[in-house]
């Protein structure tokens, strides 16, 4: 599948489901001192998720342009050492602001990847949120149960903070996420260690592609969570990584995202 209609099958599927479309921010953000890039499809939403401003519509998705040389999520240091790394990308996401929760949003995605892309399911894995005493969020059981409808119990995986708590930086909206990483390696190699336990293991060929966010808290300056007014979803989905993915390559550069201009 050609890149241009990877993206557009993303769009149209959540518009199907009741999102408007909505463009891309511009890279350098504005009126935000606590960021100098856009790193992620929801710092345009950022004040809707904290309440600060009325939110236009319930549901939106997007492809937003992201970089992330600096701050709480930079990718530099691993550019031009691998093959999955980049400091510019696109990420592919979806919104809900109150409206819907953890249940559409796993369902969604798995009906977007398995029924729309095919992917086979065999290959994919679901990480969620082990929990935090120090924060006092309990472990995710709910996104658990849910995955339980479409994987087996050995392909859902409890991440801890690092992984599976997401935060758009140091203060700010943030929350449990529940993430989908795919094992593109060969029968040969999966046979010799089992795709569970190379998830996180930053291996090139089993990498994270969807993070679905569960924003319910805010992150404040004395490092407390307090509760956002409302409970939204933000997810954000690689775009290059899932055309490597689904163009069968091993590198983002050989997918054609690159490769005409290469
Ligand atoms: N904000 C989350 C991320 O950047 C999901 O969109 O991974």
Not at 117 to 130: G, S
Not at 147 to 170: A, S, T, V
Not at 224 to 234: G, Q
Request: proline letters at 5%; glycine letters at 8%; one cysteine or more.
């Amino acid at each position: 599948m050609e890149s241009n209609k990877i993206r557009q099958a993303f769009l149209d599927f959540f518009e199907s489901k009741g999102h408007v479309i909505v463009p891309s921010a511009p890279m350098v953000v504005k009126g935000d001192p606590t960021l100098m890039f856009t790193n992620a499809g929801m710092n345009q939403f950022k004040d809707i998720f904290l309440g600060n401003a009325p939110r236009k519509y319930p549901r939106a998705a997007d492809t937003q342009k992201c970089l992330r040389v600096s701050g709480k999520h930079n990718d530099l240091e691993e550019v031009g050492h691998d093959t999955y790394h980049h400091t510019m990308f696109e990420m592919l996401g979806n919104w809900s602001y109150g409206d819907y929760f953890k249940k559409e949003a796993i369902e969604w995605a798995w009906e977007l990847l398995h029924d729309v892309y095919k992917l086979p399911a065999e290959r994919m894995y679901a990480t969620v949120f082990e929990g935090s005493e120090e924060d006092g969020v309990p472990f995710d059981q709910e996104a658990y149960d849910y995955w339980k409808q479409f994987l087996p119990e050995d392909h859902i995986i409890r991440g801890n903070k690092h992984d599976n708590f997401w935060e758009m930086g140091e203060t700010g909206p943030c929350g449990p996420c529940s993430e989908i990483h795919f094992d593109l390696r060969d029968e040969a190699e999966i046979a010799l260690k089992p795709g569970r336990e190379m998830v996180n293991m930053s291996h090139p060929q089993v990498n994270e592609i969807w993070n679905l966010v569960f924003m319910q808290f805010n992150r404040k300056a004395n490092g407390s969570l307090e509760e956002l007014p409302a409970r939204n979803v933000d997810t954000g989905m690689g775009f290059e990584r899932l055309c490597m993915i689904l163009q069968g390559k091993k590198s983002y550069y050989d997918t054609d995202v690159f490769q005409p201009s290469i």
